[in-house]
């Protein structure tokens, strides 16, 4: 059965002689208000404990909230009790300001005031519904009512600032908000916005803040900006307000919103950690605040620890952040593609290489490491992976730089070896996979004994020619070899043959040291023409550079002999 896609009616467009937002850049950060504690606590299945709200009021502070929303208090005693909890026991800093919300009602006003006796700084953030849809169905009254409503809570709401005031010197401040504002005619939520301005003296000096919430996401974040434009082009007394927005996700756009908004001429938002709230959300700030970060825009947020804020956050709202939020996701920073993975790699070569001064990595429009985030998760090897990610996770874990020709041989390693695991392979079990394919390798031959002679004679002679003698255990079986060659692999690819070992042809060798000081040790990765004229790779480790050397071409040898048997792959064991 197709959907009834005809009962619903489109958002009526903006219209703007001309936009202005469009060639806009947002190079500063607006002034951020959380409503953590109040939108975003009202939202919860279980709404926090006082123990809790006071840890998240305080990892709110600590992340450089100015301005926090902590709760109705006309609504009911527990949202009272947090915030005389946070006057009484002087828990409030003197440079954050405290925001109470409330309904644009003479009692509930009057509760809130009672609420806030004793804080330095106040904002007093009253609201009335304005859409056409709640003047419709929920209030039935025209447009004069409606103002007349937030006329009056404007009112009293000035008058009892002044009372107080001239009693406690406290500071207060206004915000009004014509809820459902997204869906209300442009011209009648300026009008009432005006209205309330005057009615609590709005200056220049003293602006009231202006709160523009999509209480409902109910366009695409291009029609919200040109809502927020259209109203700040046609408020009178532009310069008597703060525009502040508040964006919800009901279309999955919040971010963008936000963002679009602060184009069109917005100075203030408001939203929650991981854009916790009613239905599918609020604005979610730390993907607003990093955005900006990954612009090189100072947020003024620091979410420098990004999994210490989300412990807090999961632990605090019983809700469980997606793997894939952006930056604090666990799977945020990971990579399964193949080419992905090899891209990364190259991207932290080239940072590692050129000392480069701006951050340039491939598909991390971030450092992790700006946010604590750690290098070795992001690449996460399965079956589907590409020769770059197994390499780029040595290189991290053990130091081991593989040569670009030798990172295919290993990718396919892995790959054989999540098939036959059935799963993703980690950071250990890929170490402990390269141990067991090169480092540990076994086979047919092993190197006993080893012993170089150099000779430098007449310059009419050869010069510098070497002589290896030795003994290499063929199947467990001890033999004395000898070869002669010019310089120690040439010599030892010669005394190889005394033992049927022929065929194998030296192509070229990588190596660097694993280890500082001077105990340091290297490690060499040789790569071998096999008989069949195919390519191995081995790797020797070893204090000396020589025979770090002569442990890769055994290592490179005893792998093709064990190819060439069908040796089974090796499955590395199940993670605990």
Same mark, same amino acid.
């Given at each position: ?6 009962? @619903? ?5 903006i ?6 937002w469009?060639?806009?850049? %947002?190079?500063?950060a607006?002034?951020?208000? !959380?409503?953590?504690?109040?939108d ?7 709404p926090m ?14 992340? +450089?909230?100015?301005e926090i ?12 009790d947090? %915030?005389?909890?946070?006057?009484e ?14 309904q ?5 006003? $009057? ?18 519904s304005?859409?056409? =849809?709640?003047?419709k ?10 103002v ?6 404007a ?7 002044e009372?107080?005031?001239?009693? !406690?010197g406290?500071n207060i ?7 459902? @504002? ?10 009432i916005?005006h ?8 200056t ?7 709160n523009?919430p999509?209480?409902v ?5 291009n029609?919200?900006?040109?809502q ?20 919800h996700?009901?279309r ?22 991981? /854009?916790?709230?009613e ?15 990954? &612009? ?8 420098h620890?990004?999994? !210490?804020?989300?412990k807090v ?11 894939? &939020?952006?930056?604090?996701?666990? =799977? ?8 992905h993975?090899d ?8 940072m ?11 598909? =991390? ?7 604590n ?9 399965? !079956?589907?992976?590409?020769?770059g ?9 053990k130091?081991?730089?593989?040569p670009?020709?030798m990172?295919?041989?290993?990718g396919d390693v892995v ?6 695991? +059935?799963d993703?392979l ?7 996979l390269f ?13 006993l ?5 150099y ?10 020619r070497?002589?290896?003698?030795g003994? %290499? ?16 692999i ?11 070992i ?6 070229d ?11 340091s ?15 191995? @790779? ?5 204090? /000396? ?7 890769g %071409? ?9 190819? $060439?048997?069908?040796?089974q ?6 993670? $605990?």
């Amino acid at each position: 059965m197709h959907q009834p896609v005809k009962k @619903y009616i489109p958002f009526h467009q903006i219209h703007l002689e001309h936009r202005d937002w469009p060639d806009h850049v %947002i190079d500063k950060a607006p002034v951020w208000c !959380s409503v953590d504690l109040r939108d975003g606590n009202q939202a919860l299945v279980t709404p926090m404990q006082k123990h809790e709200k006071l840890r998240m009021f305080k990892t709110l502070i600590d992340i +450089g909230f100015k301005e926090i929303e902590v709760g109705f208090p006309s609504a009911s005693e527990t949202e009272y009790d947090i %915030i005389r909890t946070l006057i009484e026991k002087h828990l409030v800093p003197d440079d954050v300001t405290l925001q109470v919300l409330v309904q644009a009602r003479p009692e509930l006003i $009057k509760k809130t005031f009672e609420a806030v006796k004793g804080a330095k700084n106040v904002i007093i953030h009253f609201y009335n519904s304005t859409s056409t =849809l709640q003047r419709k169905i929920v209030f039935r009254k025209d447009m004069d009512g409606i103002v007349d409503i937030a006329v009056e809570g404007a009112k009293l709401i000035r008058r009892l600032t002044e009372e107080e005031v001239a009693r !406690s010197g406290m500071n207060i401040r206004y915000e009004y908000s014509p809820e459902s @504002y997204t869906g209300t005619e442009q011209d009648f939520a300026v009008r009432i916005c005006h209205e309330v301005m005057k009615a609590l003296g709005a200056t220049k000096e003293r602006p009231v803040i202006i709160n523009l919430p999509a209480t409902v996401e109910m366009c695409t974040p291009n029609t919200y900006a040109d809502q927020i434009e259209y109203f700040i082009k046609h408020l009178p007394d532009r310069e008597a307000a703060i525009i502040s927005l508040h964006p919800h996700n009901d279309r999955g756009t919040g971010v963008a919103c936000a963002e679009l908004g602060l184009l069109a001429g917005a100075e203030r938002i408001e939203g929650c950690l991981f /854009g916790n709230g009613e239905r599918t959300g609020n604005l979610d700030i730390v993907t607003v605040a990093l955005n900006m970060y990954t &612009q090189g825009v100072d947020p003024k947020l620091d979410f420098h620890d990004i999994l !210490s804020v989300a412990k807090v956050y999961e632990e605090c709202t019983k809700m469980t952040i997606p793997p894939r &939020q952006p930056y604090a996701g666990k =799977l945020a920073f990971t990579a399964f593609s193949g080419s992905h993975q090899d891209a990364i790699k190259k991207g932290f070569d080239f940072m590692r290489d050129t000392g480069c001064e701006y951050w340039e990595v491939p598909y =991390l429009p971030i450092n992790p490491a700006d946010i604590n985030r750690q290098y070795e998760p992001i690449i996460r090897i399965n !079956s589907q992976s590409g020769k770059g990610g197994a390499a780029f996770v040595l290189e991290q874990a053990k130091g081991y730089r593989m040569p670009k020709a030798m990172q295919p041989e290993f990718g396919d390693v892995v790959k054989a070896a999540a098939d036959a695991y +059935g799963d993703e392979l980690d950071e250990q079990q890929i170490v402990d996979l390269f141990q067991h394919e090169f480092i540990d390798c076994t086979g047919k031959y092993k190197l006993l004994e080893r012993r170089f002679d150099y000779s430098d004679e007449d310059a009419q002679k050869e010069a510098n020619r070497t002589t290896f003698t030795g003994e %290499i255990a063929v199947d467990g079986v001890a033999c004395e070899v000898e070869g002669e060659g010019n310089g120690p692999i040439d010599a030892f690819f010669q005394a190889l043959k005394q033992v049927g070992i022929t065929g194998y042809k030296f192509i070229d060798y990588d190596e660097h040291a694993i280890t500082g000081g001077s105990n340091s040790r290297a490690i060499c990765y040789i790569h071998l023409q096999k008989p069949d004229g195919g390519s191995i @790779y081995g790797v020797g480790i070893h204090n /000396g550079i020589v025979v770090a050397s002569l442990l890769g %071409i055994i290592c490179a040898i005893n792998r093709a002999e064990n190819q $060439k048997a069908g040796r089974q792959v090796f499955v590395p064991e199940r993670k $605990k």
